[in-house]
């Protein structure tokens, strides 16, 4: 836990922009990381920085050999923070666009057969395998998941796994539930029955939470929006297998080496996300005496997911003289009260409330929070669970205990005053 370190949150918050306020609000607490972490200076600075370059890359100048230089750089440091040795990354208009991308050439790159996913997933993955398995001829067949976890399993994708199963795709992290997926555990069970199937991964819930572990998920795609990872908006990263990137893709004709990205990329944006691997490597040397970047990146993950859960235990049982979101009357909460599964995000509900009040109350009182509505985006965890909307509070390990029982207090005002009325 960050907070072992004396005077390290601190020096993580320290390390952010607009970490206690927004610049057009003033003095507030952030729980909406999920849709959007906190950007590092760093990245502000760097951001700043690349955008006064006029240089290209592949011109024979200084300048652009520097550029070159920090593309190279980043995809090195993509590598150790995802470890993955092999394969890919490139980068891309967004992480939404990545994932359509990757769809579409595993579904028209296959022979006849199935794509496979589940109702967890974000619409992501949801819309590019509906699109593209109806372009491609092949059924889309979508495995129910669990919603009392929230989460979904190879138990539940084990009986739809069929030996033509071609494209799958899993969630590793739902945005409304909150509730990670074990990958690895789901893709063995896809290759069990179906060993050439090409299995594409939603990240970009997940990465903001670290323990990222390319090799050890056996997959072909994995996607990350830097926004959600304390980067910027304005570009998406992707990594792809070598099996995938041999499939017919967009390119230039002629293009060297058949390249999956499209056009003059902005070097700022890989730039900005050696950025966010130095920052990981940064904390995590705050909890290992290795000097191997990964074994410090790996360090990271452990410390932010131990945070992390230390936060949504106080959210849901209290902490000081807060009492917690189970004990409060009224209030349901999405995936269930002791749930391991769990990423630093509650949803929940209020009995006699709209989510959309609940939010402007919490507003009212310095809160962040987020509407979850039952819509294109959220509609396949809320409908089963009989919700129109739900309050997503999502928090990452730049938050802290004390904020926490800000939120909390502000929830015991909100709930009782429900209680009254």
């Given at each position: ?252 004709l002629d293009a060297p080496g058949a390249p999956w990205e499209l056009g003059t ?157």
């Amino acid at each position: 836990m960050l907070t072992s370190k004396p005077g390290l949150m601190d020096e993580v918050r320290a390390r952010f922009a607009h970490v206690d306020a927004c610049p057009f609000d003033g003095p507030r607490v952030f729980f909406e990381n999920a849709g959007g972490a906190l950007t590092l200076n760093s990245v502000v600075e760097t951001t700043a920085r690349m955008a006064a370059i006029p240089d290209n890359q592949g011109r024979d100048n200084p300048a652009s050999h520097a550029l070159v230089a920090m593309i190279d750089k980043a995809k090195a440091d993509m590598r150790v923070l995802f470890n993955a040795p092999d394969g890919q990354f490139f980068v891309g208009e967004s992480g939404t666009e990545l994932i359509f991308r990757l769809v579409r050439a595993a579904a028209m790159g296959t022979p006849s057969g199935r794509v496979l996913g589940s109702t967890l997933e974000h619409p992501a993955t949801r819309s590019s395998a509906a699109k593209w398995a109806a372009a491609a001829g092949k059924p889309h067949v979508l495995v129910r998941h669990d919603v009392a976890t929230g989460s979904v399993g190879p138990d539940e994708y084990a009986p739809e796994i069929t030996p033509d199963t071609r494209v799958a795709t899993i969630l590793h992290t739902s945005p409304v539930t909150g509730m990670g997926v074990d990958v690895a555990a789901v893709a063995r069970a896809i290759r069990a029955v179906a060993p050439e199937c090409f299995i594409i991964v939603d990240g970009i819930q997940h990465a903001a939470h670290g323990r990222l572990d390319i090799a050890g998920y056996d997959v072909d795609g994995y996607v990350v929006s830097p926004y959600k990872a304390f980067s910027r908006h304005g570009y998406g990263v992707a990594w792809v297998s070598d099996r995938l990137s041999a499939l017919p893709h967009d390119h230039l004709l002629d293009a060297p080496g058949a390249p999956w990205e499209l056009g003059t990329r902005d070097t700022g944006a890989y730039a900005t996300f050696s950025d966010v691997v130095d920052y990981f490597e940064w904390l995590g040397s705050h909890f290992t005496v290795a000097e191997d970047r990964r074994a410090r990146i790996v360090a990271a993950g452990e410390a932010i997911h131990a945070h992390e859960k230390a936060l949504t235990d106080a959210m849901l049982r209290g902490v000081g003289n807060q009492k917690g979101l189970a004990d409060m009357a009224g209030v349901t909460i999405v995936g269930g009260v002791d749930n391991p599964r769990r990423e630093g995000l509650v949803s929940l509900s209020v009995a006699g409330r709209e989510a959309p009040e609940v939010v402007a109350a919490l507003r009212d009182r310095g809160v962040r929070t987020h509407t979850r509505k039952a819509d294109h985006y959220s509609g396949n965890i809320l409908d089963p669970m009989g919700l129109a909307t739900c309050v997503r509070v999502s928090m990452c390990h730049y938050n802290t205990e004390a904020e926490v029982a800000r939120f909390l207090a502000a929830m015991r005002e909100i709930t009782e005053g429900a209680e009254g009325a």
